[in-house]
């Protein structure tokens, strides 16, 4: 039986966590995921190659053998290598791309990426025709999150890198975008689970247990449901504060309070992480993000009211749900 995400208004869970404001929307297609100027040719895929061949390589064994190559284009490609300031690249332009290709222009001394690895990441985009920027990420907003998993063409384009490293990439352009030019910086690696300090239990809330990996068992309590939400802080994180309509990372999991059952859960889907807007969610949802600093760790029991009650055709629309979230980053949402 198929239910329904806690993404309300998106059901689509994008296993690559890239939050990126209008400017750089087109970051998407070098995420593998589809947009409007995307084209076949011009979206890398888990499995393509500078030549367009397939391989066989599994990124869960071999991160390196799964990044994108080197190739010309990108070698005639100068990278400034001051990683504490935001690159600038040399060409001569219109530069020709006819694949995607990858270089590491500094190698940082940093953690190594690992499969699964959550990474902090820094972009810059030039037009590859002009030599024009048409924008950042992480320099004058927000920087993206990602998760180096075999699905995203983002993945293979920083994957076997190091902290502190800066890697260019070029994608070639299609009838209705440019070729372009990508630098990213790869800033650090976030947690994927909560890192808060615990907090004492609260009588009467579901009791949560972690394994050594942080995912978590809930314990129904006996007795009826509440009828409004309940929250309890089970770690109380030390980053930033979710505000109101900002972009979350999170790991969460979801069990009905009528049987235990589980009905979602990231930590079911190789405990990568999903990103989503607070406003894309139940209410009850989003009243355990809302309020909270990142490295928290949110417990919430949600009535039907403030879940799928809206919905008589869901079926948790008669449920309380039993929410425990890891919120891993926010971003704040975009101003117009």
Do not use: H
Not at 17 to 24: E, G, K, T
Not at 140 to 146: M, Q, R, S, V
Request: glycine content about 10%; overall charge negative.
């Amino acid at each position: 039986m198929v239910v329904p995400s806690v993404l309300q208004r998106n059901p689509v869970r994008a296993r690559l966590s890239l939050i990126a404001p209008a400017l750089l929307i087109s970051a998407l297609a070098l995420a593998g995921c589809s947009t409007p100027a995307a084209s076949p040719s011009s979206s890398p895929s888990a499995t393509s190659t500078p030549g367009g061949d397939s391989t066989a390589v599994d990124p869960t064994t071999d991160l390196c053998g799964a990044a994108y190559e080197s190739g010309p284009a990108i070698e005639a490609v100068t990278v400034d290598t001051d990683t504490t300031k935001e690159p600038t690249v040399t060409f001569t332009a219109p530069l020709e791309v006819a694949a995607i290709e990858r270089t590491v222009t500094v190698e940082g001394d940093g953690e190594k990426l690992e499969y699964g690895s959550l990474a902090d990441v820094k972009q810059t985009i030039f037009d590859a025709e002009t030599g024009e920027k048409v924008g950042d990420m992480g320099w004058t907003n927000a920087g993206a999150l990602t998760s180096i998993v075999a699905e995203t063409g983002m993945a293979q384009a920083i994957s076997c890198a190091t902290v502190g490293s800066r890697i260019a990439v070029t994608t070639p352009g299609s009838a209705d975008r440019p070729a372009y030019i990508w630098i990213f910086d790869i800033a650090g690696v976030t947690p994927s689970a909560a890192w808060g300090t615990e907090q004492p239990a609260v009588d009467g809330m579901p009791v949560v247990t972690l394994a050594e990996d942080g995912t978590p068992s809930v314990t129904v309590p006996e007795g009826d449901a509440p009828t409004e939400v309940e929250l309890a802080t089970l770690k109380k994180g030390d980053g930033a504060v979710v505000q109101p309509g900002d972009s979350v990372t999170v790991q969460y999991m979801g069990i009905k309070w009528s049987d235990g059952t589980e009905f979602d859960s990231s930590w079911s889907r190789g405990a990568v992480p999903s990103s989503f807007p607070t406003t894309g969610v139940v209410d009850g949802f989003k009243q355990a993000l809302e309020g909270y600093a990142v490295g928290s760790q949110v417990l919430v029991v949600v009535p039907p009211a403030f879940g799928y009650g809206a919905d008589p055709t869901s079926a948790l629309a008669k449920e309380t749900l039993i929410f425990v979230v890891d919120i891993l980053a926010t971003t704040p949402a975009a101003t117009q």
